[in-house]
């Protein structure tokens, strides 16, 4: 199976884990192996963990003959009952690279490209809820809701109103039924700025795979996994997930709940670690060569 996936940030996510032949990394969304292989060269043990089966057999093919990899299957919500299934009190790092994969992107029957048509599926652990049921079954209400809240779409309403009215005739079925729904929705002059389908697929993409929910509910847990000195590196790619990130890593190293006039801090609260630095993005020389990279951002903290 070919599972070409171009790590961005690559020497920077792998520089800001501070890996060492002694630590122990988990990579929650190992992919076709790209940070992974990397890791596996320098860490005393790698976990690598991905929901999508299709990951999972490349992982296998790719690294599963070396000693100290694990290769698990399984959302990366779960990674306290992951470490523990391992019988692994600490870990050393965690690295996440979020969002949807060059692999599921160009692979047409995964539907999860504007681009390509196909029928409308966007799992990533290809099981449970499709775009094809949120589509067909959400009320116009709810789709306007998850279009304005996780795509950030200014037409969401009328998009919502528009499908509602075309799934009435018949099932909308396939990627490209969806996007003309969305072309007609948009406003001529709007049509000029990018494609008009590019936020809508991004927000039935999240709401399918509970993409937010799962971050938030991730960071807290990845934190209690970490040994101290243990560092949590996230890449993201779009305003959502990065704000659920820098204002989480910005609590841990702050948490103190005392008014801003209190001279000093009386409710006790201490810091859970530093951030390691602000935040990264690709390279001049990155975008060249993997345009998709243009929105990533990278994000460290380190455990005290």
């Known amino acids: 199976m070919e599972f070409n996936h171009k790590s961005v940030l690559f020497d920077e996510a792998i520089e800001s884990l501070n890996i060492d032949e002694n630590k122990i990394i988990l990579d929650g969304t190992a992919g076709g192996g790209g940070h992974s292989s990397e890791i596996a060269k320098k860490a005393k043990l790698l976990i690598a963990v991905d929901q999508d089966p299709d ?21 990366f919500e ?14 050393d790092g965690v690295l996440l690279d979020l969002g949807v ?37 959400y009320s116009e209400e709810a789709l306007a809701d998850i279009l304005f809240r996780y795509g950030e779409e200014k037409f969401a309403r ?20 969806l996007v003309e729904i969305i072309k007609k929705s948009y406003p001529q002059k709007a049509m000029r700025d990018a494609h008009p389908a590019r936020k809508t697929f991004q927000a039935i993409r999240i709401e399918v795979n509970a993409e937010l929910e799962r ?69 001049e020389a990155e975008l060249k060569e993997n345009p998709r990279a243009r929105s990533s951002r990278l994000r460290t903290f380190e455990k005290y």
């Open 55 to 75: 990951a999972i057999s490349v992982l296998n093919e790719r690294l599963g003959k070396l000693e100290n990899v694990k290769i698990v299957q399984n959302n």
């Open 78 to 91: 779960n990674i306290k009952e992951i470490v523990y299934e391992l019988g692994i009190e600490r870990i």
């Open 101 to 137: 994969s060059s692999f599921q992107l160009d692979t047409a029957e995964r539907g999860f490209s504007f681009h390509q048509d196909a029928e409308l599926d966007m799992r990533m652990s290809k099981s449970g809820l499709s775009a094809k049921d949120v589509v067909n079954t």
């Open 158 to 177: 009328k998009i919502a109103k528009n499908i509602v009215e075309a799934r009435e005739t018949k099932p909308i079925e396939t990627t490209f039924e």
């Open 215 to 283: 971050l938030s509910k991730t960071l807290d847990d990845a934190l209690e996994c970490l040994g101290s000195g243990g560092r949590i590196s996230v890449i993201t790619f779009h305003s959502l997930e990065d704000r659920i990130v820098k204002e989480r890593f910005a609590e841990w190293e702050n948490p103190c709940t005392c008014p801003k006039e209190f001279p000093v801090c009386v409710c006790g609260n201490k810091p859970l670690g530093k951030r390691v630095f602000k935040s990264k993005s690709p390279s």
